[in-house]
C-alpha cells in the first residue's frame, strides 16, 4: 500500500488567498508514504514543502529521526522554493537522500541547490544545515530504492531538463508529470512558406507523435497518475505554446489511452481561482464507468491510499 498526500498542487508561484483557500495555494509538493516499511518519499520542494516539514517535526509525527527521499522533478523556482523553509533541515539526526535529473553542464544538482541558499537569496547556507544529505544525480533509467521500491525516470517535454517519475511497490504504480508539454512538431509547413520541405515536415510529426505514444507508455497502466494540467486548450494554443504545459484536455486524452485508474490535475495555474477550478472539475470530473477512469483536481491537503 502507498499513502499520498498533496501539500503543493499550484504551477509557476505561490498564490495564497480568499480565492485559492478550496484548492491550496502553495506549490508543487507531494508525499509517498509506505506503511510496511514507514519509507517516506517527497516529490519536489515547492512551498507546499514548508507545511510537510511542520508536521515532520511535530511531537505525534509517526518517524523519528527523520529518514526521507526527496525527488526533484526539476529546480525552476517553484519546484524548489520550498526547500530552505524544509524544518527537519534543520534538526541533527535527519537524513536526507535527494535526486534529480542530471543537467549535463558544469552546474551539479547539489551546487545548483547550494546557489538557491546562497547569501544572495537566504540567510542560512547549505552547509550550515544540521541534515546529513546525500546528492544522486539520475539519468533515464529504472532503480532499485530498497524495501522492494523501484523508481523509473523518464524526461517530459519542457524547457529545463525535467523528470517524470513512475514509482512502482508490491505491484501498485504511481506516476508523475509534474511539468510537461505534448510534443509537436516544430518544423510544421508554414502556409506562407510554398518552399518548405515536406520531408521534414513530415519527419518532425512523426518523431512528436513517437514522443507522445513514448510519454503514455511510461504511465500505462498506473493506479495513479499526477499530471500537468495548468491550462486549458484555448489558452494553450492561443498564447502558451512552448511554456513547458499541458492543456486539461490534453492530460485526460492521454492518461485515457494509456488506461490510468486515477488521474489527479495538478499544477494548476496561480490565477486559477477556486471557482473556475470548481466549474472545470464539474465539466470534466463527471463519473463515467464506461471510460472506467477516475478524474479529479488535486487540492492541498488531499490524501489518497493506493
Excluded at 535529473?101 to 546562497?118: A, C, G, Q
Aim: proline letters at 6%; glycine letters at 8%.
Amino acid at each position: 500500500m502507498m499513502d499520498i498526500t498533496f501539500w503543493g498542487v499550484r504551477g509557476g508561484i505561490p498564490s495564497p488567498g480568499a480565492h485559492t483557500v478550496k484548492y491550496g495555494g502553495n506549490t508543487s509538493c507531494v508525499e509517498l508514504y509506505f506503511p510496511d516499511s514507514h519509507r517516506l518519499i517527497i516529490i519536489d520542494a515547492g512551498s507546499g514543502i514548508r507545511n510537510l516539514g511542520s508536521r515532520m517535526v511535530s511531537p505525534d509525527y509517526r518517524q523519528t529521526p527523520i529518514d526521507a527521499d526527496l525527488f526533484f522533478t526539476h529546480t525552476h523556482s517553484d519546484h524548489i522554493i520550498g526547500f530552505p523553509f524544509f524544518a527537519p533541515l534543520y534538526i541533527p539526526g535527519t537524513k536526507l537522500r535527494i535526486y534529480g535529473p542530471v543537467t549535463y553542464d558544469e552546474d551539479s544538482l547539489e551546487k545548483i541547490i547550494s546557489s538557491h541558499m546562497s547569501y544572495h537569496f537566504f540567510p542560512v547556507r547549505l552547509a550550515e544545515l544540521a541534515a546529513e544529505m546525500v546528492y544522486n544525480e539520475l539519468k533515464e533509467g529504472s532503480y532499485e530504492l530498497g524495501d522492494g521500491i523501484t523508481v523509473t525516470t523518464r524526461y517530459l517535454n519542457h524547457p529545463l531538463l525535467c523528470f517524470g517519475y513512475r514509482f512502482e511497490h508490491q505491484g501498485r504504480v504511481i506516476c508523475t508529470a509534474f511539468d510537461n508539454e505534448p510534443f509537436r512538431n516544430l518544423f510544421a509547413r508554414h502556409p506562407g512558406k510554398p518552399d518548405d520541405d515536406d520531408s521534414i515536415a513530415l519527419e518532425g510529426e512523426n518523431v512528436a507523435a513517437q514522443e507522445n505514444t513514448r510519454l503514455e507508455n511510461f504511465f500505462a497502466g498506473a493506479d495513479l497518475l499526477i499530471s500537468d494540467a495548468q491550462y486549458l486548450q484555448q489558452e494553450y494554443e492561443s498564447s502558451r505554446l512552448g511554456w513547458g504545459h499541458s492543456p486539461v484536455e490534453h492530460a485526460i486524452d492521454a492518461a485515457r489511452r494509456a488506461q490510468v485508474k486515477r488521474l489527479a490535475l495538478f499544477h494548476h495555474d496561480p490565477e486559477r481561482t477556486d471557482a473556475q477550478l470548481d466549474t472545470l472539475e464539474s465539466f470534466h470530473c463527471k463519473p463515467d464507468p464506461k471510460k472506467g477512469m477516475e478524474i479529479f483536481f488535486a487540492r492541498e491537503g488531499m490524501r489518497i491510499e493506493i
